[in-house]
């Protein structure tokens, strides 16, 4: 079972930046696909961007795409979530999400293991 760990959060003002990082412990990390989701109060969790487990394929929602690079290094077992250009709509709890294959997806249920996620606070 993968375990994760997110942190870089805070609070921005629009325009701004952040960088997310997830730390993976587990011998599987390399081998699975990434993602990112985000919950905003009182909204359902949603997709936001995803990596393969290679890092050669990635995958973007529409409201960030052009906005927001996903990465990863399977060497340090890290994932990344640049975020540029910020929007006060991004507000919500940020969430790590290990893939069940080495593909990503962009349902729920395409991944098996959270993290405990961490709060982006985008001010207007």
């Known amino acids: ?3 994760l760990v997110e ?4 609070l921005v ?3 701004g930046s952040l960088r997310l ?10 081998n699975l696909a990434m993602g990112w989701w985000r919950q905003a109060p009182r909204k359902e969790r949603e997709f936001v961007a995803a990596i393969s487990s290679t890092g050669s394929s990635a995958f973007y929602a529409d409201s ?6 996903i990465s990863r290094d399977n ?10 250009s910020l ?3 991004d507000t919500a709890d940020y969430y790590c999400a290990a893939g069940r294959h080495r593909d990503w997806g962009v349902g729920i249920s395409d991944y098996r293991s959270w993290g ?9």
């Open 1 to 3: 079972q993968v375990q």
């Open 7 to 10: 942190s870089g959060g805070g």
């Open 13 to 15: 003002q629009a325009g």
């Open 21 to 30: 990082s997830c730390a993976a412990s587990g011998p599987t990390f390399s």
């Open 64 to 69: 960030v795409k052009g906005r927001f690079t």
């Open 75 to 84: 060497a340090q077992n890290t994932v990344t979530l640049q975020m540029n």
């Open 87 to 89: 929007k006060p709509e």
């Open 116 to 124: 405990r996620g961490t709060q982006v606070t985008v001010s207007s």
